[in-house]
């Protein structure tokens, strides 16, 4: 088939790389000529395992394209998949402009009849807005299908090769024909297709997003409550996890949700409540308290030290999570503001994110070349992403390096009886204070 993406970041690139690796004809399009650019020229503009690879052997073998045209982009594409940014605005609501803007120019340059897919998270409702704004202008059929995306950024290609399931919302036969075709190859192992009408697949996103936030924001909320009452929230966690009505995965505290769409989905569909006029209590918590989360270390940095005035302060870990470059709504940055607030100096390490926050931060921190040197004369290393290569660091590497040994782990990387064998002042997310 041939296919055009239009938006090439976290998801369109994902999308328009796996469709090709699929057999498909795949254009991807976007604004930016310098990504643009660098991807013609064999560059790949974001981190993400797995991706480089398949991204080159499909641009190769010419069954991935890039452009800043539009028109050029969609030409003979059966398929336009929008993979555009839906970010919160002022008032946190989705903000449908890129959406629907380009919704508006494809009405006026489609020359067949093409199924124009969101894979945008978008408010219920926006598939007609998009229906609307394509219609105005076209003089040739279409149909508008959404099916919103549930890759995680990190794990994002094998999750779009082996989906747990493809939603699917449309109300045209048409439009389910052609995509079952497409998807048929990534649910040969019997995960389903789920179709279903437009606006039930716009809300099963934001669904599934709000409660897996709400989700880890009740095991924080737990884990607060362990500190409070001298428990161990790891032995609450195993204890729950083993119930299948619970399930293990999502249980690990931390110091909170970040990236690019749990914060702004959560918002989303808190204001999409707020429209129709009802009040989602829980997401107004769930918010409040991830908020907090994120800066929960800070407090207990500075009862430790009494002032953190001039202290200096290790940071390992940028992205809002392992495995990504992506440092949207990411815990340590705002971390890296509460400390400098109080007066503290941050030297930062992380594998893949720096340039990302370099651009945001400039000088106000310095960077470490590696997880070592970011420990020079440092008075406490701050954990703030669980990156693998942070789980099991060489501790004899790491000895002399900081002033004192002290830690605080936002993301319980490391045991409490192994840090005190090794001698550390060692705080945790709901977990016991070690002591050396
Ligand atoms: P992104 O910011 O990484 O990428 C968006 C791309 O669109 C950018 O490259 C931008 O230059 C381009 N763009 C903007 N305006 C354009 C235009 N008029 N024409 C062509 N290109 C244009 O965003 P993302 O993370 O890929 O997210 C896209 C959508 O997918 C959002 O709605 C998001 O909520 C949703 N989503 C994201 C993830 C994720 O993990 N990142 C997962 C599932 C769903």
Request: glycine share 8%; with cysteine; proline share 4%.
């Amino acid at each position: 088939m041939r296919i055009a993406v239009v938006g090439t970041g976290y998801v369109g690139l994902v999308t328009g790389t796996c469709f090709a690796e699929t057999g498909n004809t795949v254009t991807c399009v976007d604004i930016d000529q310098k990504k643009v650019d660098k991807l013609k020229g064999g560059t790949i503009t974001i981190y993400e395992p797995g991706l480089d690879h398949l991204f080159l052997r499909n641009l190769k073998e010419s069954r991935l394209h890039f452009t800043t045209n539009l028109a050029e982009g969609i030409k003979g594409a059966q398929i336009i998949f929008l993979a555009l940014p839906t970010p919160p605005g002022e008032d946190g609501s989705a903000d449908l402009s890129y959406v629907l803007g380009v919704s508006g120019q494809l009405g006026k340059i489609l020359e067949a009849y093409a199924v124009i897919v969101d894979k945008s998270t978008v408010p219920v409702g926006t598939a007609d807005k998009v229906r609307d704004a394509i219609g105005k202008n076209a003089k040739v059929e279409f149909d508008v299908v959404s099916n919103p995306e549930f890759l995680r950024e990190g794990v994002a290609v094998d999750d779009f090769m082996k989906p747990d399931r493809v939603v699917i919302g449309t109300s045209s036969e048409r439009a389910k024909a052609l995509m079952q075709q497409l998807y048929a190859p990534f649910v040969r192992q019997g995960n389903p297709i789920v179709y279903m009408d437009e606006r039930s697949a716009e809300l099963t996103k934001y669904a599934a997003n709000a409660f897996l936030a709400a989700k880890i924001t009740f095991m924080n909320e737990i884990a607060r409550m362990c500190e409070r009452l001298d428990a161990d929230v790891d032995m609450v966690r195993r204890g729950i996890g083993g119930d299948e009505r619970i399930g293990k995965r999502f249980l690990f505290p931390g110091i909170g949700y970040g990236g690019s769409c749990f914060p702004k989905d959560v918002q989303a569909l808190f204001k999409s409540a707020e429209d129709v006029d009802y009040d989602f209590r829980i997401l107004r918590s769930v918010m409040e308290v991830n908020q907090e989360q994120k800066t929960y270390l800070v407090p207990k940095i500075k009862r430790y030290f009494g002032d953190l005035k001039g202290k200096h302060i290790a940071l390992w870990g940028l992205a809002f999570k392992p495995n990504t470059d992506d440092i949207r709504e990411a815990p340590a940055l705002y971390i890296i503001e509460a400390l400098l607030k109080e007066g503290a100096r941050v030297t930062a390490f992380d594998p893949e994110a720096m340039e990302n926050v370099k651009r945001v931060v400039g000088d106000k921190i310095t960077f470490a070349d590696n997880q070592y040197d970011a420990l020079n004369g440092a008075d406490a290393l701050v954990i703030a992403t669980e990156w693998s290569a942070f789980r099991t660091p060489d501790f004899e590497a790491m000895e002399g390096k900081l002033n004192k040994k002290v830690i605080f782990d936002g993301r319980n990387v490391f045991e409490g009886p192994q840090m005190k064998a090794l001698g550390y002042y060692y705080e945790s997310i709901g977990r016991r204070p070690v002591k050396p």
